[in-house]
């Protein structure tokens, strides 16, 4: 044992006030004994010794000397039975393992013939040392490997001869002269000799008890305690997943030895939800962590910690436990390494936290035709995150498969309250209606409040509470529609006109005509100064999308009713935004200029009739008639010639011809002057009067955007005793 100062530690255990039953033959002898073990159980820990323990033994004589001569504490002979208690094997703490059992007082009897042997008390702190650093189990070395022969019954020797001269039963000298006597090879002697007197010397050395209370008990206080084996992973089996590191305890006693066949208790705690599966029926069993997989997953939508704690226990003080037959004085007391009650329990914790990581889902949603259910590439949707209230942050965009199937990946439990989202349907293909079809009313609630529909994500994916299959969406195709605006304005000023009134009506196909009955009336916008319709024109089969709109009432002082024929043919609802310019009456001036000279005024006042004639922008005819009347007060006029006019008004806009009727008596028409650009003169000479030359011409007034005016010039080739104002002068018609 090396030198250095290890930890005082104690000695341990007052042990049980009686030892049970277990049978010793001397020295030399070959022996079995039974154990009565407990029915039904398998013990907290392996050497249980509130059972009866039986002790065998095997003979190792390498060392005996076969000569006559008495064994004495001067000349002993070494001949030695190894025992062990049977039945440690049989349980599953033990490993495998028998404990070893020495002798006491070499001088007396062995015990035999099933002898009891009862608990009296506890060896000094240098027999427990060498219990504890020697050969403690069966078929296994020295503990500490300085004291080991290599060879472990030869190891049993050694323990053995130390803890006699230890225990004052004879000296090493006295131990060397009985071992010279023996048959051993003198390397085997020696070599037994050497580790014998380390292992002696070590015991008596104070430095040496690192580990022993001051008492000489052995503490376990001082021991160490770990779990080995872990793996922060998970794999799946039969419906749970399990820990991939499988938990081992590591409980080392003083010096670092495996010590835990003697844990008294081994206590795995887990959370609710959490299961422990041991791989063995030992104690201290290596185990792994179970997780049902609903409860993984749902742990997964978070991420989850596992903590793992184990609580470990162990009877805290140890030494040389020693027992006698009370039967008899010359039979031999029997010692080994026991734990007592006096000192209590050693309690140790390990602790290892498990990590579920948080799990990432991937979410497929489809397109596809509400009536055949052809699958719909083209759409955009988008998802986003629950607040608490709203679904107000946007979380990204669905990837378009071209398939009529859209991805989104990655998506994480934490990112939304609740594990909510939304699936908005941004964009539909064309021609579809993005206001998909809601497959019920609290699926047509959601779209209302929401904009779209709601699904929630749990740990095996996602799933809706209001729509059996929340991942489809099924739109139909538009239907073409159109709101009609109408914006009556003057065509002259472009000044908005109210006090119209808009007729819509309807195609029929079978009859090949529009419908005489009103669809709709245009009601007036006063803020927008528009005309609107109510609701939306919607093309079907029978109308084939062709309306007309009429203007059947007009503003005031304004002719040529608008009217046009509209095709509703896009799919979806559009806007028709229309104009429909007003025509105010227009107005015709007609002048007529003669000489003053050439006028005889006993003829009685010039005259001069003109009809005008033509079509309005509607197309409907209009005629009318007018004249000129020369009157003596127009000789006050300037110049050497007479002006008269006369104006036809409101005359709806269109293009109209003007004509002088005929030649006024006496006078023929000499020139036509136009006096707007509206209106244009055509005219020739057609003969020569009196030195006079007489035209023939057409006039042609574009009264559309503007009025009109014209002159016409008038000579005087006769001066008859006829009077110029023979007609009745007051006379208008109009068509």
């Known amino acids: 044992m090396k030198k250095t100062a290890k930890r005082i530690m104690a000695l341990l255990l007052i042990f049980l006030l009686s030892f049970p039953v277990f049978h010793i033959w001397a020295e030399g002898a070959e022996v079995e004994f039974y154990i009565e073990q407990r029915e039904g159980e398998v013990q907290q820990f392996a050497f249980d010794n509130g059972s009866r323990l039986p002790v065998s033994g095997v003979r190792y004589d390498k060392f005996r000397r076969w000569d006559d001569v008495p064994s ?6 070494l001949g030695v039975g190894i025992k062990y208690i049977e039945g440690d094997d049989k349980n599953p703490d033990g490993g495998g393992k028998w404990r070893y059992v020495y002798c006491l007082e070499f001088a007396k009897d062995s015990p035999t013939g099933g002898l009891p042997m009862e608990y009296i008390g506890w060896a000094n702190r240098e027999v427990s040392y060498a219990l504890y650093y020697g050969a403690v189990y069966y078929g296994q070395p020295c503990r500490y490997a300085p004291y080991s022969t290599g060879d472990w019954q030869m190891d049993y020797f050694v323990t053995q001869m130390a803890i006699h001269v230890l225990n ?3 000296t090493l000298e006295a131990m060397l002269r009985g071992m010279n006597k023996s048959q051993a090879t003198q390397g085997e002697k020696e070599l037994a000799y050497s580790r014998i007197s380390r292992l002696v010397s070590d015991a008596r050395n104070p430095g040496n008890y690192g580990g022993f209370t001051a008492d000489g008990w052995l503490d376990m206080n001082s021991c160490t305690f770990s779990l080995k084996g872990y793996q922060d992973s998970w794999y799946y089996d039969n419906g749970n997943y399990i820990s991939s590191g499988v938990f081992s305890a590591d409980f080392k006693s003083y010096y670092g030895y495996d010590f835990r066949e003697q844990l008294t208790g081994y206590e795995v705690q887990v959370p609710d939800g959490v299961t422990v599966k041991k791989n063995g029926p030992q104690t201290y069993a290596d185990f792994q962590v179970v997780i049902g997989e609903n409860q993984y997953k749902q742990w997964q939508l978070t991420g989850h910690t596992v903590p793992v704690r184990v609580k470990a226990t162990v009877s805290r003080y140890w030494g040389g436990g020693i027992y006698k037959y009370r039967g008899g004085e010359n039979v ?10 006096s000192g209590g329990t050693s309690v140790f914790d390990a602790k290892v936290d498990l990590h579920i990581p948080r799990v990432k889902q991937n979410l497929k949603i489809y397109k596809t035709d509400a009536e055949t ?15 608490g209230k709203q679904y107000s942050k946007k979380a990204g965009d669905f990837k378009d498969l071209g398939d009529g199937s859209y991805a989104y990946s990655d998506i994480e439990y934490t990112s939304t309250v609740d594990g909510r989202f939304l699936i908005r349907e941004d964009q539909a293909p064309e021609p579809y209606d993005e206001n998909y079809v809601k497959e019920n009313a609290a699926d047509e609630q959601d779209y209302a409040v929401y904009g779209g529909r709601q699904i929630r994500m749990k740990e095996d994916g996602f799933w809706s509470e209001n729509v059996n299959d929340p991942f489809t969406f099924r739109d139909k195709k538009k239907i073409p529609q159109a709101d009609v605006e109408v914006m009556k304005y003057d065509i002259d000023s472009g000044k908005n006109l109210e006090g119209a009134e808009f007729c819509i009506y309807e195609w029929e196909e079978a009859a090949g005509k529009y419908r005489e009955e009103i669809l709709e009336k245009m009601v007036y916008d006063k803020t927008a100064q528009l005309y609107k319709t109510e609701k939306p024109l919607t093309r079907t089969q029978e109308n084939q999308g062709k309306f007309l709109i009429k203007e059947t009432g007009l503003p005031a002082g304004y002719h040529c009713a608008w009217s046009q024929e509209i095709l509703v043919e896009k799919p979806g609802k559009v806007t028709l935004q229309l104009e429909a310019p007003n025509y105010p009456g227009r107005t015709i001036t007609v002048c007529k200029r003669i000489r003053k000279d050439e006028v005889t005024w006993e003829h009685g006042n010039p005259t001069f009739f003109f009809r005008i004639s033509g079509t309005d922008l509607n197309g409907k005819k209009h005629g009318y008639h007018c004249w000129v009347e020369i009157t003596p007060e127009m000789m006050e006029q300037q110049g050497e010639y007479l002006m008269g006019k006369t104006e036809v008004k409101d005359i709806p806009a269109g293009d109209y011809q003007i004509t002088e009727q005929e030649d006024t008596m006496r006078y023929i028409l000499t020139d036509i002057i136009s006096q707007t650009e509206n209106v244009t003169v055509k005219k020739e ?5 009196h030195g006079l030359v007489k035209i023939q011409g057409e006039v042609f007034a574009d009264l559309k955007f503007g009025d009109g005016s014209v002159l016409f010039e008038n000579r005087k080739i006769h001066y008859g005793e006829y009077s110029d104002t023979a007609t009745v002068t007051n006379h208008f018609e109009k068509k």
């Not at 000479?685 to 009067?689: C, P």
């Open 373 to 387: 259910g052809e699958p719909l590439p083209g759409a955009k949707f988008s998802l986003w995150l629950y607040d």
């Open 332 to 341: 031999q007391k029997v010692c080994f390494l026991t734990w007592g009650n």
């Open 168 to 170: 004052g039963e004879y």
């Open 72 to 77: 004495t504490p001067e000349y002993p002979n």
């Open 685 to 689: 000479e057609s003969q020569t009067i």
